[in-house]
């Protein structure tokens, strides 16, 4: 039973920073993608960031590049999304994930999806 929860989401001011943090319990895969997704109401969900079990951050869509920084802390259990110069366009209800390896768009082979936490940025 694989488990994910996010936290750290809410509203900031244009410029402003957040990070997002993601509980996970029970994933036993030694080798695994951990990443960020993002969705807007009528827009399809898109990854922002991914990282795999020995570090390697993967991917990050080139809309946060310089701005975000996907890490994962294994003795807590924990990945997290810092994010730096917020803009109004990163609005989004944030979405962490597990899958079972990564390509250079993204986790595949999901196995769960945590419940989101909501990223809302003013102008």
């Known amino acids: 039973q694989v488990q994910l929860v996010e936290s750290g989401g809410g509203s900031v001011q244009a410029g402003g920073s957040l990070r997002l943090s993601c509980e996970v319990s029970?994933?036993?895969?030694?080798?695994?993608?951990m990443g960020w997704a993002r969705q807007t109401p009528g827009k399809a969900r898109e990854w922002v960031a991914a990282?795999?079990?020995?570090?390697?951050?993967?991917y990050y869509a080139d809309s946060v590049k310089g701005r975000f920084t996907i890490s994962q802390d294994n003795a807590k259990n924990t990945l997290y999304l810092q994010m730096n110069s917020l803009k109004p366009e990163d609005t989004a209800m944030y979405y962490c994930?597990?899958?079972?390896?990564?390509?250079?768009?993204?986790?595949?082979?999901?196995?769960?999806w945590g419940q989101g936490t909501q990223v809302t940025v003013s102008s």
């Open positions: 994930a597990a899958g079972r390896y990564c390509s250079n768009t993204g986790p595949r082979a999901l196995d769960a």
């Open positions: 990282i795999d079990s020995g570090g390697y951050t993967g």
């Open positions: 029970g994933y036993t895969y030694s080798t695994y993608c």
